[in-house]
Nanobody, 122 residues
Framework: QVQLVESGGGLVQAGGSLRLSCAASGITFSMYSMAWFRQAPGKEREFVAAVGLSGSTDYADSVKGRFTISRDNVKKQVYLQMDNLKPEDTAVYSC????????????????WGQGTQVTVSS
């Protein structure tokens, strides 16, 4: 049974930082590209960041320079370090995995986590 379990969300003031974690089980983690997506109330789900099998990274323009994605294949976890948070970053953040191929489009995701709420107050 595949599970992606996120943690680390919460309430933070604008300018603050949070670190999200996603623990994977039931998959050969090293064979999956991993990504973070987010969905704000009343908005469509959007791509945030991805990390490939080799550790290459990809970011949405809106978070570039503020967020950092990383992975630990031994611990089977992917992380999202979020710095200089803004109120517009408020959303449910979900971890996602896709076997082998790069992931940027939510339609191409093989597995999803349940999500963790991030709220940034002004």
């Amino acid at each position: 049974q595949v599970q992606l379990v996120e943690s680390g969300g919460g309430l933070v003031q604008a300018g603050g930082s949070l670190r999200l974690s996603c623990a994977a089980s039931g998959i050969t983690f090293s064979m999956y590209s991993m990504a973070w997506f987010r969905q704000a109330p009343g908005k469509e789900r959007e791509f945030v960041a991805a990390v490939g099998l080799s550790g290459s990274t990809d970011y949405a323009d809106s978070v570039k320079g503020r967020f950092t994605i990383s992975r630990d294949n031994v611990k089977k976890q992917v992380y999202l370090q979020m710095d200089n948070l803004k109120p517009e970053d408020t959303a449910v953040y979900s971890c996602a995995g896709r076997r082998i191929m790069a992931v940027r489009d939510s339609a191409s995701v093989d597995y999803w986590g349940q999500g963790t709420q991030v709220t940034v107050s002004s």
